[in-house]
Structures are given as C-alpha cells and as structure tokens.
C-alpha cells in the first residue's frame, strides 16, 4: 500500500476500517527504524505526564518511545475514526465528533 493511500473513506463501515487499520499499523511499524532524536511528540512533555502519577518513581529511558509510538497510533486511530463518522463535506472536526466516534 503507498503512503499517498488514505487510512479511511468518509462513510466507510467502521468494521470494515479496522483490520486493514491495524495491519497497516502494524507493517508501518516493524518497517520504519525509529527516530529517537526527533520523535513525533514531545519526549519531555511525554516524561511530564509519566511523572504526574505519584506512583511512578523512575522512567527507563526507552519507555517515552514506545509511549509515544503508543499515542500516535492512537491518535491516528481517533482521527481516521472520527473523518468516517463525520460529514464527507467537514473540513475541521470538532469535540461533538470526537465523541461520536467512542466504540
């Protein structure tokens, strides 16, 4: 599947999105060499928010990667979920969306 291909079709059935979802996910993601020196998130903000559970007292230091690879791929889920369900003429999605989108 090229990069050009989107991850969703307006009105597309949801079970229909998601095995082709993961599998694309999942490819992507034992393909592509991570990049530690610029991730896609902020690491220190990532660290931030590990940090603010009181029970957390150390960070190894290749846990913000992997979480930060665990919020794209959920972030991109959100996305491509909430564009299915909302209207195909939308131009920007709002929080009513959002939660439309829930399973």
């Not at 299915?84 to 920007?92: A, E, Y």
């Not at 929080?95 to 439309?100: H, L, T």
Request: overall charge positive; some cysteine; charged content about 25%.
């Amino acid at each position: 599947m090229s990069p050009t291909t989107p991850y969703a079709y307006s009105g597309e059935p949801l079970n229909d999105f998601l095995r082709p979802f993961w599998q694309r996910r999942v490819g992507a993601t034992e393909q592509e060499a991570p990049d530690y020196k610029h991730p896609p998130l902020p690491l220190a903000r990532i660290k931030k928010v590990m940090s603010s559970d009181p029970d957390v007292k150390m960070i190894a230091a290749d846990t913000p990667t992997l979480f930060c690879k665990a919020c794209e791929t959920f972030i991109s889920k959100i996305t491509a979920r909430v564009f299915i369900i909302s209207d195909s003429n939308k131009r920007i999605l709002s929080p009513a969306d959002i939660a439309k989108s829930k399973p």
